[in-house]
């Protein structure tokens, strides 16, 4: 049963920082692209960065220079590093896994809140 559980989410103020890690199980984690969606109050959930089994990553207009997705393919864990942090960022982050990099992704976890506040 492939598991992803995420951790590292919560309230920040805006121009803060956030790190936010994913563990995956179940899965042959190295195949895999993994990536994060998120999800604001009334909008729909959106695929906002991803990276290859390989590394190659993919990101929305509007992370570039603020968000940095990785991964550690020896301990099966994929992080976010969010900076610069804006009010617009809060939102539900689910982290995701599937075989191509802009997906479809079959696997979700369950969410982390993320809250910036102004």
């Known amino acids: 049963q492939v598991q992803l559980v995420e951790s590292g989410g919560g309230l920040v103020q805006a121009g803060g920082s956030l790190r936010l890690s994913c563990a995956a199980s179940?899965?042959?984690?190295?195949?895999?692209?993994m990536g994060w969606y998120r999800q604001a109050p009334g909008k729909e959930r959106e695929l906002v960065v991803a990276i290859s089994s390989g590394g190659s990553t993919y990101y929305v207009d509007s992370m570039k220079g603020r968000f940095t997705i990785s991964r550690d393919n020896a301990k099966n864990t994929v992080f976010l590093q969010m900076n610069s942090l804006k009010p617009e960022d809060t939102a539900v982050y689910y982290c995701?896994?599937?075989?191509?990099?802009?997906?479809?992704?079959?696997?979700w976890g369950q969410g982390t809140q993320v809250t910036v506040s102004s």
């Open positions: 995701v896994a599937g075989l191509r990099i802009r997906g479809p992704y079959n696997y």
């Open positions: 179940g899965l042959i984690f190295g195949r895999h692209a």
